[in-house]
């Protein structure tokens, strides 16, 4: 919101600066982006009078004018503009004038003639963006007066910029009532009085979008002038708030927006066809807007129509076939409540941002519609004439915001703000912001939000309220001091800390992804799962959620290889978004590795990674569980992974992860030069973690017994260490396998498995006896269960 430190003090004037009141308004949660002069810094410009033209006598670009303006009477200017003519009231800059830039005007000589003085344009004195020619003044500017005095050049522009819940404040109303509260003055608003009705003519209006437009307000006006000119005031206060004066019609409808913040629209009567639908647009439904865009609007899409066809998107732009003209005699005038739900999104969505839709998104008061259509009859009847018919007024009562009441209690005051206010201030403050006290006892007061106020409906709004006017400076610091009990703290609870640290310890480095992925690869890791989609997503490649973390890992890692580097190894943490009778967010970690083994360097060679090396990071994971025996791997299936190289994780033999290569299809479809293995986590399957406890070592000697056991190609070696850690008794303190053999000399449908078993006692010296029965168990048990035989 722009406007000029002038016209804020037509409706209220503190005893402040532009700057202090910048700085005041700022402090009250309005924060000021700039102030700036409305004009160049000039002097010894005057308002001149062309009463003399005639050609250059050696060029024919030029002009030689007797300009009336200066105290010693006509003055002789050589001019170069091509709307230098005779009757003109134009900026006239004396011999002596100093324009903007420390530009100083001298008595010159053009082509042999004399010239005394300068006739400026909009540009040169930094009024205003027009450089076409000499700036013509309007006519009864009074020939010889200062031109900063005339216009009141000593002027501000203030440029607020405000969050979306302070929509009240898109207009000089509110923004002065901001002013009048802080300083607690009265805030003179125009007279606006109802216009009588001078014929009967009136436009049918149907609302058929429901929600979306419950209020409509509009009038006739008939016999207007439209090659009127815009009163200087006006178009001045325009051109202070950012907008150029275009004709006097839709001045004074950009006017209105600016004075209450109402946007409101005038249709050329005798174009419209019946009569006003506000409907929702046909898909594919044609409309050409005021800036000749052709735009093809989708059903979604709130338009006003007449009995024909669409004549404006509501609440965004007016189209251009119903435009007023040089030829419009008749007006229609229109000003709506749309709801901002139905505004929001929809103009970003056809590439606009207009003054309209950006107030509408934010929320209009819905109550301003009449006073509105009041004040732009009144001021289109002082500048183009007309006679207006009688205001007519749509509504669905059902469809409109409800009152809404806001109960603030005394006590609430005192421990949210930590100071006491006067109960007198309390109320001055709320009922000058437009609150209306209904009720009030012993606790506190119940007051009606008024309904250009969308952001306030809780006490703890009221609050925020009384804190930014009262001032935030003014609220005393105080150290909170109170008795606070230590929770306590579940050290069993598996955290997400230690998990990252073991991988960071390991070589990973932690990514962050989008929560949303494109539909096309979440497919590709999760075909059988309908992902939901974002309503408006940011793209196309990030329309849905993801049901898994390795997507976004699986992109991290394209970028980095893109970026020439080879080796990677990425991991994530966060949620994954699973659709069903209810969408159930799980954490998750996941983890990606590919290139080589270990860092490039002369002592190691360049074998690259494998599943071993990632099922080694994830085991040094899974660690962390409270009972990590109770974790396995098993041979698994996922439509992303190697069919032959994907394991299962399991916890008491449930899934709580998957592990494995990528799919080969699915490399290439990605453009993976090798091949990338990838896990997944379910956290919240992980269970409790592992406390640390201390257990003493024992002083006596460990005892190590290797077999290499012939069995069955297709047993898990998982097995054969479950079954047999169960046989090998208490003492046994290590299983390893060292070695793994199939080949020369080995029935092919066999294997060679060597075990490595460690014995140890905490309290005695083991003998080999009791060592001969453990290792001897374990064999009888794999002959038994596996029909192993010792090699």
């Keep these: 919101m722009k406007f000029s430190e002038s016209w804020l003090r037509e409706w209220v004037s503190p005893e402040l600066s532009a700057q202090e009141i910048a700085d005041q308004i700022t402090m009250a949660g309005l924060e000021v982006d700039a102030v700036e002069k409305v004009a160049g810094d000039f002097a010894g410009v005057v308002v001149g009078e062309i009463v003399e033209c005639e050609q250059h006598p050696d060029a024919d670009k030029l002009r030689v004018c007797k300009v009336q303006g200066h105290p010693d009477g006509e003055q002789q200017v050589v001019c170069g503009a091509p709307n230098a003519r005779v009757g003109i009231k134009i900026p006239f800059a004396l011999v002596g004038a100093v324009l903007p830039g420390d530009f100083k005007i001298k008595k010159a000589k053009l082509r042999g003639v004399e010239s005394f003085g300068m006739l400026c344009a909009q540009t040169e004195l930094q009024v205003g963006e027009d450089n076409d020619g000499i700036w013509e003044l309007p006519a009864d500017a009074p020939t010889g007066t200062c031109l900063r005095e005339y216009l009141q050049l000593d002027d501000a522009a203030i440029e607020v910029d405000l969050t979306p819940n302070r929509s009240d404040c898109l207009g000089m109303k509110g923004i002065a009532r901001e002013v009048g509260v802080l300083n607690r003055l009265a805030v003179c608003e125009p007279e606006i009085a109802p216009i009588a009705a001078v014929n009967e003519d009136v436009l049918p209006v149907a609302l058929e979008a429901g929600d979306a437009c419950p209020r409509y307000v509009g009038r006739v006006i008939r016999n207007v002038r439209v090659d009127a000119e815009t009163p200087l005031w006006m178009q001045e206060k325009l051109r202070r708030s950012g907008n150029r004066s275009i004709d006097p019609i839709v001045d004074v409808t950009n006017y ?28 594919g439904e044609d409309l050409t807007l005021l800036d000749e865009q052709e735009v093809k609007l989708n059903a979604n899409t709130l338009v006003i129509a007449d009995h024909e066809r669409a004549v404006a ?35 970003r969505s056809y590439g606009l941002h207009t003054d309209s839709s950006h107030r509408f998104e934010r929320g209009v008061d819905y109550q301003l519609q009449e006073q509105a259509i009041e004040r732009a009859t009144q001021l289109l009847l002082d500048i183009v004439g007309g006679e207006p018919g009688p205001v007519i007024v749509e509504e669905l009562a059902e469809a409109m915001p409800a009152e809404r009441r806001v109960t603030l209690r005394r006590a609430k005051v005192t421990s949210g703000l930590g100071l006491e206010i006067a109960d007198a201030d309390i109320v001055e403050i709320l009922t000058r912001l437009g609150l209306e006290k209904v009720d009030e006892d012993g606790e506190g007061w119940t007051f009606i939000v008024p309904s250009f106020r969308f952001d306030i409906s809780i006490e703890e709004d009221l609050l925020e309220e009384l804190a930014r006017i009262y001032g935030y400076n003014n609220i005393p610091t105080r150290s909170v001091t109170a008795a606070l009990d230590i929770l306590p703290d579940d050290e069993a609870a598996m955290g997400l800390d230690p998990l990252q640290d073991t991988l960071i310890a390991r070589g990973y480095q932690e990514a962050i992804t989008f929560s949303f992925i494109d539909r096309e ?52 943490s966060g949620l994954r978004f699973v659709p069903g009778a209810e969408l159930v967010q799980e954490p998750a970690l996941a983890g990606v590795i590919y290139g080589n083994r270990v860092p490039e360097n002369w002592a190691n060679g360049s074998d690259s990674v494998d599943f071993f090396d990632l099922k080694g990071d994830l085991e040094a994971v899974l660690a962390h569980a409270a009972d990590p025996a109770s974790i396995s791997f098993a041979a698994g299936s996922h439509p992303a992974l190697h ?97 793994l053999y199939e080949g020369k000399g080995i029935d092919s449908s066999r294997k060679s498995v060597a075990l490595g078993l460690t014995f140890q006692h905490p309290s005695r010296t083991l003998t080999d006896e009791e060592i001969s029965t453990a290792v001897n168990a374990v064999v009888e048990k794999l002959e038994q269960k596996y029909n192993a035989s010792l090699r």
């Excluded at 209105?256 to 006003?276: C, S």
């Excluded at 435009?323 to 103009?347: C, Q, Y």
């Excluded at 460990?702 to 008794?729: F, T, Y």
């Design 256 to 283: 209105v927006l600016l004075e209450l913040g109402q946007p409101m629209h005038a249709f050329d009567l005798n174009t419209l066809k019946g009569g006003i639908k506000v409907r929702l647009a046909e898909q």
């Design 313 to 347: 998107m509501a609440g965004i732009m007016g189209g251009n076939d119903t435009a007023v003209t040089d030829a419009t005699r008749d007006i229609f005038l229109e000003s709506a409540f749309f709801a901002p739900l139905a505004i929001a999104g929809r103009a």
């Design 521 to 572: 690869l979440s497919k590709l890791f999760d075909p059988e799962v309908e992902p939901v989609a974002l309503k408006n997503p940011i793209s196309a490649d990030l329309a849905v959620m993801r049901t898994s973390l390795m997507p976004g890992l699986v992109k991290a890692l394209q970028h980095n290889l893109n970026r020439q580097q080879g080796r990677v190894r990425l991991f994530e």
């Design 643 to 739: 069919p032959g190289q994907c394991a299962q994780v399991l916890r008491h033999g449930e899934p709580v992860g998957i592990i494995g290569a990528l799919h080969p299809q699915l490399q290439k479809q990605l453009d993976l030069p090798k091949a990338a293995y990838l896990f997944e986590l379910d956290l919240t399957a992980m269970g409790d973690a592992r406390l640390p406890a201390f257990k003493p070592l024992s002083r006596f000697p460990e005892v190590r017994r290797d077999l290499a056991l012939l069995v069955d190609r297709s047993i898990p070696v998982q097995d054969l260490l479950n079954s047999a850690r169960e046989a090998a008794g208490e003492w046994v303190t290590d299983f390893k396998v060292f070695d």
